[in-house]
């Protein structure tokens, strides 16, 4: 049974965007999974963690990344980020494909 998050989609999303932007990363993340957990396929929530995990931790946040551009794959941001993380990874090639 996956534990329910009091609030709206919407409203958890919102605070895991506070923490992320307060430089409470673990927080952030932990929210992140909680609501992926209820919502596997929320793009926002898959892509703030991914940027979350780009700072060193590259296949992380390239398989969050790549799960946000296909819940939406007309969302340039989503794009964006990829593209970047694949750069940074050291992926040329696969950025030239996002």
């Given at each position: 049974m996956q534990k329910e998050l009091r609030g709206s989609l919407e409203e958890r999303f919102l605070e895991a965007v506070r923490f992320f932007r307060a430089g409470n990363f673990v927080d952030a993340e932990n929210l992140c999974r909680k609501i992926l957990?209820?919502?596997p396929s929320?793009?926002?929530t898959l892509n703030l963690i991914?940027?979350?995990a780009r700072g060193g931790y590259?296949?992380?946040a390239i398989d969050f990344l790549r799960r946000a551009t296909k819940s939406d794959g007309?969302?340039?941001g989503y794009h964006f980020t990829l593209g970047e993380?694949?750069?940074a990874a050291g992926d040329?090639?696969?950025a030239k494909s996002v």
């Amino acid at each position: 049974m996956q534990k329910e998050l009091r609030g709206s989609l919407e409203e958890r999303f919102l605070e895991a965007v506070r923490f992320f932007r307060a430089g409470n990363f673990v927080d952030a993340e932990n929210l992140c999974r909680k609501i992926l957990s209820n919502h596997p396929s929320h793009g926002d929530t898959l892509n703030l963690i991914g940027l979350k995990a780009r700072g060193g931790y590259f296949k992380t946040a390239i398989d969050f990344l790549r799960r946000a551009t296909k819940s939406d794959g007309l969302n340039v941001g989503y794009h964006f980020t990829l593209g970047e993380v694949l750069v940074a990874a050291g992926d040329f090639d696969g950025a030239k494909s996002v």
